[in-house]
């Protein structure tokens, strides 16, 4: 069946844009993650939604990150007035319920110049 | 919070070697242990994992051991082959939450 998947995969930004990353759960899922991977890096959590509701959002660096997801589907992950430090991979994760195995979107690698 | 230490950062094998790569981690709280694979231009992808009621498990050529006492746990590839080559991440979790993920092993294998 689908995967996880997000759009766009690659996105290039001058610095002080505003971006907006999509990710679309596997069907069903409850859970979704965002993480930001850094070059050469493990996945770093940024935060996590069940159904519609943000619970945690202690991983998002700034107040320049904002994530959501108002039907319980579909999420976006919003940074505001990029710095080059927002250059990254954004990986999405889906599971079927809190506690389940996560699945992996193909990640969005944002570049800001 | 958590922190997990994952070595070695590179391994290089003969094919048909073995390639084991370690993991450890600090919250004792921690009880799911998933090991992904990340292939070049690719999201993780979950190739085995562990809960801490298990001490071992094994999927066809690939084994993951667990030790509470010691916090760590460890990921073994038999008759590794060209495909095996990627990046490896281990990873822990307390509860429902966020994994926590090392640093990655890169493991090349050569033909």
């Known amino acids: 069946g689908a995967g996880v998947s997000q759009s766009p995969r690659y996105k290039v930004a001058k610095r002080g844009q505003d971006v907006a990353l999509r990710c679309d759960p596997i069907?069903?899922?409850?859970?979704l993650f965002w993480y930001q991977q850094a070059l050469g890096q493990g996945p770093e959590f940024l935060t996590y939604?069940?159904?519609?509701?943000?619970?945690?959002k202690s991983g998002l660096p700034s107040d320049r990150f904002f994530a959501e997801r108002p039907e319980g589907s579909v999420s976006t992950l919003k940074i505001q007035r990029t710095q080059q430090e927002d250059s990254a991979v954004y990986l999405c994760?889906?599971?079927?319920?809190?506690?389940?195995?996560?699945?992996f979107g193909p990640g969005t690698r944002l570049l800001v110049l | 919070g958590e922190n997990v230490e994952q070595h070695p950062s590179t391994l290089s094998v003969q094919e048909g070697d073995s390639a084991v790569i370690k993991c450890t981690y600090s919250?004792?709280?921690?009880?799911?242990f998933p090991w992904y694979k990340q292939e070049l231009g690719k999201g993780p992808q979950l190739i085995i994992d562990?809960?801490?009621?298990?001490g071992e498990k094994k999927d066809q050529r690939i084994a993951v051991t667990l030790n509470k006492t010691a916090k760590h746990f460890s990921l073994h590839i038999t008759e590794t082959q060209p495909e095996d080559s990627a990046v490896y991440f281990c990873?822990?979790?307390?509860?429902?939450?966020?994994?926590?993920f090392g640093t990655g092993t890169r493991l090349t294998v050569i033909p």
């Open positions: 994760a889906s599971s079927l319920a809190p506690g389940e195995t996560q699945y």
């Open positions: 069907s069903g899922h409850v859970s």
């Open positions: 939604f069940q159904n519609e509701a943000q619970l945690d």
């Open positions: 919250d004792s709280a921690s009880n799911y």
């Open positions: 562990i809960r801490s009621n298990v």
């Open positions: 990873a822990a979790r307390a509860g429902a939450n966020n994994l926590f």
